[in-house]
């Protein structure tokens, strides 16, 4: 497993100097994508290992944010939405393994909205042995540990939610949609979940109530939002996690 790269809150700061600010995070980028991806999508390469970073603040709680991005980005694109949703988390961002036609991805996928099924299995069970061991390396119990997902990142967690349940116990997923063809029913009463779409996502905002209805038929707590949005995530994506956050963890 690659070895996690350390940054502190300043790393953070000057990181998110040099991206896109908040309100516009990986926006911009995934339109571009979407319209590339939907012209070809033959050109697939994997990497071996899932790149990974890791993100301290100044005065750390034992709060950690496992961070997965949207198509496009990398483990570094929502360092900076995510410490202004908890700003004394330790953050760890992961970058998918998969390139698509030049666009780092989750898995595989066919159409903007029909995805390889046997890829998303094969990335999710490889996303669950990487954060075991990761786990045990950084002695992190994941039970305890809130995972931050963006478009492609969260689905792949909705995904590995339901294909591996008691993992993720708690997460935030910006602009998901369900991508698991046969979904099986599984015991997810001890897991709760954030979800906010955009009413202006005209592509994606319509498969907002197929995943709450998944979660919730598999006894999972669901906190479903839409907001006035596109698909880019923003400061009302950030307040409302924080929020959120903030009585979950009372």
Request: with cysteine.
């Amino acid at each position: 497993m690659a070895p996690a790269r350390t940054l502190t809150l300043a790393s953070i700061l000057t990181l998110a100097a040099t991206t896109l600010p908040v309100h516009a995070t990986e926006g911009i980028v995934t339109t571009a994508m979407l319209q590339q991806a939907a012209v070809s999508v033959d050109e697939v390469t994997r990497l071996p290992a899932f790149v990974h970073r890791m993100f301290r603040p100044e005065k750390p709680s034992d709060r950690t944010i496992i961070m997965l991005h949207g198509s496009g980005g990398d483990e570094t694109t929502l360092a900076s939405l995510a410490s202004t949703i908890a700003p004394d988390a330790t953050l760890i961002g992961v970058r998918g393994r998969v390139v698509q036609d030049g666009v780092k991805r989750w898995y595989k996928r066919i159409s903007p909205t029909q995805f390889d099924q046997e890829d998303v299995r094969k990335e999710a069970a490889a996303f669950v042995d990487f954060l075991k061991d990761m786990a045990a390396e950084q002695k992190l119990d994941l039970s305890k540990v809130t995972f931050l997902g963006y478009s492609n990142g969260a689905n792949l967690i909705a995904a590995l939610t339901q294909l591996y349940p008691g993992i993720v116990r708690s997460a935030v997923l910006l602009r998901p949609m369900p991508v698991l063809g046969e979904t099986p029913k599984v015991d997810l009463s001890d897991s709760r979940f954030l979800t906010i779409a955009g009413a202006d996502d005209k592509l994606y905002s319509p498969f907002a109530q197929a995943l709450e209805s998944q979660l919730l038929n598999c006894g999972a707590s669901v906190d479903a939002r839409m907001i006035h949005s596109g698909h880019a995530i923003g400061e009302e994506d950030a307040k409302i996690a924080a929020e959120w956050l903030g009585s979950a963890s009372k």
